[in-house]
């Protein structure tokens, strides 16, 4: 298994629609989580970062983590063109390997007007 | 203007032909890394760096090298460059690995 693994993409939804980027992970990944954005040609940017089981929301984003589960997700409301974007899930490793980050491959996201 | 910073933006190099690829942040930063991003493969972190004298290895750090002489500083040097290092690479830095991590503009690299 991967250690950080995103959902098979491209995703596409229409504007307004909630989309859903779902990440699953190992167990060598197992503290720190987190989401970045990055637009086609740009450097990858924060979302949002989550460390506890449960929901985060901000704004128009909540991430989600379970960890007896191993899958993190980040659902976006109203979804705008401007989302469109490449979207990768992180996770830092933790206990020993502390400071160690993996990225998943990323999901492309398509919001369509 | 809180940054981070890479030179050069675009390389294209020989095979065998030592390189050195700088990184520098202005924002007193702890923690820096070093990024590679290939087409499907996303992000692979090749070393990181926790302060000053210490690094670790990332997912993929054979064929280079780094160090850590001052915080600001984390140069990523490839000392025999290889096709397979033809790659877009990223600087890193945050105020700890649990943190938010700033990114440099990127590094286009082509290895000939």
């Known amino acids: 298994q991967k250690e950080v693994e995103q959902n098979s993409g491209p995703l596409s939804v229409p504007e307004g629609a909630i989309a859903s980027l779902n990440c699953t992970y190992s167990d060598r990944v197992s503290q720190s989580f987190f989401w970045y954005r990055q637009y086609s040609g740009k450097s990858p940017e924060l979302i949002m970062s989550?460390?506890?089981?449960g929901d985060k929301e901000d704004g128009r984003f909540t991430a989600q983590l379970n960890k007896a589960s191993q899958y993190v997700s980040l659902l976006i409301r109203d979804s705008q063109p401007s989302d469109s974007a490449t979207y990768l899930c992180?996770?830092?490793?933790?206990?020993?390997?502390?400071?160690?980050?993996?990225f998943g491959q990323g999901t492309i996201l398509t919001v369509h007007p | 203007e809180a940054q981070v910073t890479q030179n050069p933006r675009y390389l294209i190099t020989v095979t065998g032909k030592k390189l050195t690829v700088t990184c520098s942040q202005n924002?007193?930063?702890?923690?820096m890394s070093w990024y590679r991003q290939d087409p499907g493969l996303g992000l692979r972190q090749i070393y990181y760096?926790?302060?000053?004298?210490?690094?670790d290895k990332g997912d993929v750090p054979e064929g280079y090298k780094v160090s850590r002489k001052e915080k600001r500083n984390f140069p990523l040097i490839l000392e025999s460059p290889s096709p397979n290092q033809t790659s877009l690479y990223f600087c890193a830095s945050s105020l700890s690995a649990i943190y938010e991590q700033y990114f440099g503009p990127g590094t286009r690299l082509t290895v000939t």
């Open positions: 924002m007193n930063h702890e923690y």
């Open positions: 992180a996770g830092e490793a933790g206990g020993t390997s502390y400071g160690k980050l993996t």
């Open positions: 760096s926790m302060n000053v004298e210490v690094t």
């Open positions: 989550i460390y506890s089981n």
